[in-house]
């Protein structure tokens, strides 16, 4: 990457990481402090925790569609208002309605769409897979971070300190996007970051990608409801206060993200990618079984976290580059506009069932759903036939009319290792998706040349 790119990519995830630090130090220490909230039920509890994916889901792609007409840091300005103006009632409330009304703007400060489509406006099509890697890596710290800082931090300011805190941060994210992140000359359509609202229903359709759509449901689902209850049984079972919880997410983390490393690294051999996802599949069924039956002791919470994080995290690794790989080269950025969407409507649910589970039948009612819930995915997984796993090029061809370039698809479709080739004349970009181990590199250099 050049020095602008690195800046601009470095500006953005911190954006993106200052943002989802807010969200998620709210999930380990919510559950306990909303016991003191009038009006709480546990089915409310869940709610307030699972409120703001479903404005999330429902405002990100809207919001990057605004972005195009409007201008991306005027729209990203105006999310993270409302994000912090979500934080302010979250922190003044004293009924658990005024919390969940909170968090619900919290979600609706939807950036997501649009600090991606800033990202494609300031980085090379060949940098562009390095630049989301980073915004990726950038969330996944943030969320261990926020599971060990956060009962730390409630200790001290309590949750609505933390509240406060957020307010900060999206306040801080402002002036790193101004002042950090330089403005593009120029926006752009990018269709292998931003949804195409045409291809929707033709990506919805598509029986692999809609598999892995449902997988991302299911994963944010389980997680949600987990911690509707997970900070209660470390409380009520183990014996530990709030502010010492993060004795057990510490260890808890290192040691999943220690057991994950072979996994990924064995995941780079394509044609061990399925069996991979299954296992990662599995694990997450088996934590739940070992949550189920080990709760209410510390060594059992302990060892049965340590399992689903290292599942959670590896898939959470994997889903994203299997949606990458086997969308159609020019509906990669409205397959992950509905991946996201997926994500964050999984967030909901989750407290919802997290929430009705607890009230009903108790804390080992909502890991026994859990883990229902999560064996039907694996089900699913091992019953399906494995999709071909293909990479995405971008090739700057230049602007071009209709005719020469359906020509141009159709020469870049004969090189070996080329799949799939759309021009877009009005882009002058040729989407393709090829096998990296038969393409010729060569070849493929010399019919865009």
Same mark, same amino acid.
Not at 264 to 290: E, K, N
């Given at each position: 990457?050049?020095? #602008?790119?690195?800046?601009? =990519? @470095?500006? %953005? /995830?911190?954006?993106? &990481?200052?943002?989802? +630090? !807010?969200?998620? $130090? ?57 994000? #912090?103006?979500?934080?302010? =009632? @979250?922190? %003044? /409330?004293?009924?658990? &309605?005024?919390?969940? +009304? !909170?968090?619900? $703007? ?63 941060? @999206?306040?801080? /994210? ?276």
């Amino acid at each position: 990457m050049t020095y #602008a790119e690195r800046r601009a =990519v @470095a500006g %953005l /995830a911190g954006i993106f &990481g200052l943002r989802m +630090l !807010g969200l998620f $130090l709210i999930l380990p220490v919510f559950a306990l402090y909303a016991e003191t909230l009038p009006g709480h039920t546990p089915l409310l509890v869940g709610v307030a925790l699972g409120a703001y994916g479903l404005t999330q889901a429902l405002l990100q792609i809207p919001f990057g569609m605004l972005s195009d007409r409007w201008g991306r840091k005027p729209v990203i300005t105006v999310g993270l208002l409302i994000f #912090a103006a979500g934080s302010v =009632v @979250a922190a %003044l /409330a004293e009924s658990i &309605g005024m919390v969940i +009304l !909170g968090r619900a $703007l919290q979600g609706a400060g939807a950036i997501a769409a649009a600090v991606l489509a800033l990202t494609a406006d300031l980085t090379r099509e060949e940098q562009r897979t390095k630049a989301m890697a980073v915004i990726g890596i950038s969330i996944g710290a943030v969320f261990m971070l926020a599971l060990i800082v956060a009962p730390l931090l409630d200790g001290v300011i309590g949750v609505p300190g933390i509240f406060w805190l957020t307010v900060v941060l @999206a306040i801080a /994210a402002i002036a790193v996007l101004w002042r950090g992140v330089p403005s593009p000359t120029l926006l752009q359509a990018h269709r292998d970051v931003e949804t195409v609202p045409s291809e929707l229903l033709s990506v919805l359709r598509h029986p692999y990608l809609l598999r892995l759509d449902g997988g991302i449901f299911v994963l944010h689902m389980v997680l949600t409801a987990m911690f509707v209850v997970v900070p209660v049984a470390l409380a009520q079972h183990a014996g530990l206060a709030t502010p010492r919880h993060w004795l057990v997410y510490l260890p808890v983390m290192v040691m999943a993200v220690a057991l994950m490393a072979p996994l990924m690294i064995i995941s780079a051999r394509t044609g061990l990618v399925p069996r991979i996802f299954a296992f990662a599949v599995g694990i997450v069924v088996a934590s739940q079984l070992l949550l189920w039956w080990g709760h209410q002791t510390l060594a059992g919470l302990v060892v049965a976290l340590t399992v689903f994080f290292w599942g959670f995290n590896t898939l959470e690794a994997m889903l994203p580059s299997l949606v990458s790989r086997v969308a159609p080269a020019v509906k990669k950025g409205t397959a992950i506009g509905i991946y996201n969407t997926f994500e964050f409507l999984g967030v909901f649910a989750g407290g919802l069932l997290g929430g009705f589970l607890h009230s009903r039948y108790g804390v080992p009612g909502v890991f026994l759903g859990c883990t229902v819930i999560s064996a039907v995915w694996l089900l699913v997984t091992v019953t399906s036939p494995a999709p071909r796993l293909l990479d995405t090029r971008l090739v700057r061809v230049g602007e071009t009319d209709r005719e020469p370039a359906e020509a141009l698809a159709r020469r870049l479709s004969a090189v070996p290792g080329v799949e799939e080739a759309i021009v877009v004349a009005e882009e002058g970009v040729a989407y393709l998706k090829v096998d990296r181990r038969t393409l010729d590199d060569a070849k493929l250099q010399e019919v865009v040349s």
